[in-house]
């Protein structure tokens, strides 16, 4: 998840610090999840509502970045991630 946290950061143009701030959690969370924790299902919603981050490529690296389309994260999460749900985790 560092490069996904990194490549966020650069196109937001804000620093860890910061990003953690907007969803709030600290920076040493932002520290833990590039070392391989997973940042929980609340916090993994406040990334999407905030920012319109693709939590699909937040998590994987996979698909783009950000999301235009999708009105709710629940929307895109039953869309997307009921699947993953089972294999992750991810505590919603």
């Known amino acids: 998840m560092e490069a996904q946290i990194k490549s966020l950061l650069r196109a937001l143009k804000i620093n860890a610090s ?3 701030k907007e969803i709030g959690v600290s920076s ?3 520290s833990n999840w590039k070392n391989s924790d997973m940042p929980g299902g609340k916090v993994l919603k406040k990334i999407h509502d905030k920012f319109k981050v693709n939590i699909n490529w937040f998590l ?5 970045m950000f ?3 999708h009105t709710s994260f629940w929307q895109y999460y039953f869309e997307h991630f009921r699947k993953f749900r ?3 985790k991810l505590q919603f």
């Open 60 to 64: 994987t690296g996979r698909g783009e």
């Open 86 to 88: 089972k294999h992750s």
């Open 67 to 69: 999301v235009e389309n």
């Open 28 to 30: 040493g969370n932002i």
């Open 18 to 20: 910061t990003f953690a």
